[in-house]
């Protein structure tokens, strides 16, 4: 594994190369799949299987692209769009330079060179939970809205309100089905999720 104070530059310049010869970006697996031989040496045959490993070389990456960020706005040679789905360079313009100033949460993190030291295996561990709980809630939100025939935006109050609507309406006691009731049940944990 890379030292990640020394090998910053290094690693900043070879993102550069990599980004600037591919005009339409490229994701961070693809971005990975790229370099992971240099941050990793020889170790990086269970890269998607051990979870640590894959957020050392995610940090790191992260941490050198938000480095690269900050030297091309200072220099005004370009804007480095970072998000895991596409990274790419776009040219410079003048609205750039009021983004250095706006508080970045992401960026104040990947900078931070001890949150890689400081994070462990359970830390990851809990992340990817967090992230695939969202995601699967995610794709649950658009069926559970259906079911409670909830369109646009809710809030608490409003998802009240209709999920009792719809208990009215599908109770058992009031002809309702008991399966439906169980769905608006369901649908309604869903949603409350999302708030």
């Known amino acids: 594994m890379l030292d990640l104070e020394k090998q910053t530059g290094i690693i900043q310049n070879i993102l550069l190369e990599l980004l600037s010869s591919h005009d339409d970006g490229m994701s961070e697996y693809d971005v990975i799949q ?15 299987r051990d979870t640590h490993k894959l957020f050392t070389i995610h940090f790191i990456i992260f941490h050198n692209l938000y480095l690269l960020r900050q030297e091309l706005w200072e220099t005004k040679t370009g804007h480095l769009v970072i998000s895991p789905l596409k990274i790419c360079i776009l040219p410079y313009t003048d609205s750039d330079d009021t983004q250095l100033d706006e508080p970045d949460p992401l ?23 967090h992230f695939w709980s969202s995601f699967l809630v995610i794709g649950d939100k658009e069926s559970a809205m259906e079911i409670l025939e909830i369109e646009g935006t809710f809030d608490s109050d409003s998802l009240t309100k209709q999920y009792r609507k719809m ?10 089905d008991t399966s439906r009731l169980q769905e608006i049940n369901k649908a309604l944990q869903v949603l409350k999720r999302c708030l």
Do not use: W
């Open 167 to 176: 208990v009215m309406r599908h109770h058992p006691d009031r002809g309702g």
């Open 107 to 129: 960026c104040e993190y990947y900078l931070d060179a001890s949150n890689l030291d400081n994070t462990t295996q359970e830390d990851v561990d809990d992340m990817f939970t």
């Open 34 to 48: 790229s370099i992971k031989e240099m941050i990793l040496g020889d170790d990086v045959d269970d890269l998607f």
